[in-house]
């Protein structure tokens, strides 16, 4: 083929790659983390942050937040299956056929489940041919200690209440050992296991802001970021008050740590990496077309 020839057809094959996604039919979908939500819109995210990044969609009426009882075990029909459902009824009603889905914390967990165990669940296939990726906000991919402490019946058993339930079966989850069993055993991604079938990457949070004379640390809420930076103490140095950055880092690839990309190198709480917090929404938005 001459130097001409060789032009002309890349050329025509990246028009092609270009027809192709701009008649895809893109959407989003938002999981929640650890508890039974039915209005996770304005519970959990808050419609800033569900708004403006449902905003950088072709369509932005292509999104669903997922309402779900993360309380319960990733595999349980009321978890894992109840995601299966509502992704599914939003993939085939809205015609998806490209899905983002932003996820935080345990809600990281349950999606890694469906997409780790295909054959699981009849309704998993198809939801794995149409996720592109999974872009994870603060995900327990490791556990976190504060899960273990909850579930000895120590002090952290009510003062972690606001944060991580009670002993619920998702804390229970959450324990150091257990996800090591499940990452060693049935959750792809981590080290020493199969790759994710789709591109699974991860948000980190390294640190937890709480000075009352910066106006910072009420991005979230002053209060819950008060309380994440006293249960910091409990955890490396390196985390987000709830989770050590080696949790967050240990399933997929890391996308970016906070400070790299946060407006004023701001760290984001556990708290605000669900939140509409120094510009992650905006970072989020612009993803929605790439």
């Known amino acids: 083929m001459s130097g001409e020839g060789i032009v002309r057809y890349l050329l025509l094959a990246a028009l092609a790659a270009a027809s192709s996604v701009s008649s895809a039919?893109?959407?989003?979908?938002?999981?929640?983390?650890t508890g039974k939500q039915t209005n996770a819109t304005a519970d959990y995210w808050k419609p800033e942050f569900v708004n403006n990044?449902?905003?950088?969609?072709v369509n932005p009426a292509n999104y669903v937040v997922i309402n779900c009882d993360f309380t319960k075990y990733m595999w349980d029909a009321a978890a894992g299956g109840c995601l299966a459902g509502q992704l599914t009824d939003f993939i085939n009603t809205q015609g998806i056929t490209r899905l983002i889905v932003?996820?935080?914390?345990?809600?990281?967990?349950?999606?890694?489940?469906?997409?780790?165990?295909?054959?699981?669940?009849?309704?998993?296939p198809?939801?794995?041919?149409?996720?592109?990726?999974?872009?994870?906000?603060?995900?327990?991919?490791?556990?976190?200690?504060?899960?273990?402490?909850v579930i000895s019946g120590n002090i952290f058993e009510t003062s972690l209440g606001?944060?991580?339930?009670?002993?619920?079966?998702a804390v229970r989850m959450q324990q150091t050992s257990w996800m090591a069993s499940y990452n060693?055993?049935?959750?792809?991604?981590?080290?020493?296991?199969?790759?994710?079938?789709?591109?699974?990457?991860?948000?980190?949070?390294?640190?937890v802001d709480s000075a009352i004379w910066d106006g910072d640390s009420y991005c979230g809420g002053y209060i819950e970021n008060v309380g994440l930076e006293t249960t910091q103490l409990w955890l490396n140095s390196c985390s987000d008050g709830f989770l050590e950055c080696s949790s967050q880092s240990a399933a997929g690839s890391v996308w970016f740590q906070d400070k790299a990309r946060m407006a004023g190198s701001?760290?984001?709480?556990?708290?605000?990496?669900?939140?509409?917090?120094?510009?992650?929404?905006?970072?989020?938005?612009?993803?929605?077309r790439s």
């Open 25 to 33: 039919n893109t959407g989003v979908a938002f999981v929640h983390g």
């Open 184 to 207: 060693a055993n049935w959750l792809q991604g981590t080290a020493g296991r199969p790759a994710l079938p789709r591109l699974f990457r991860t948000v980190v949070g390294t640190d």
């Open 102 to 124: 932003v996820t935080h914390s345990n809600g990281g967990n349950v999606m890694r489940w469906i997409l780790s165990n295909p054959t699981w669940d009849s309704r998993y």
């Open 162 to 169: 606001w944060l991580v339930g009670q002993k619920n079966d």
């Open 53 to 57: 990044v449902r905003g950088g969609l």
């Open 126 to 149: 198809n939801i794995i041919a149409k996720t592109v990726r999974v872009n994870a906000l603060a995900p327990s991919s490791a556990g976190t200690p504060l899960a273990n402490a």
């Open 266 to 288: 701001e760290p984001l709480s556990h708290n605000q990496s669900r939140r509409a917090c120094f510009g992650l929404d905006n970072i989020l938005r612009t993803d929605m």
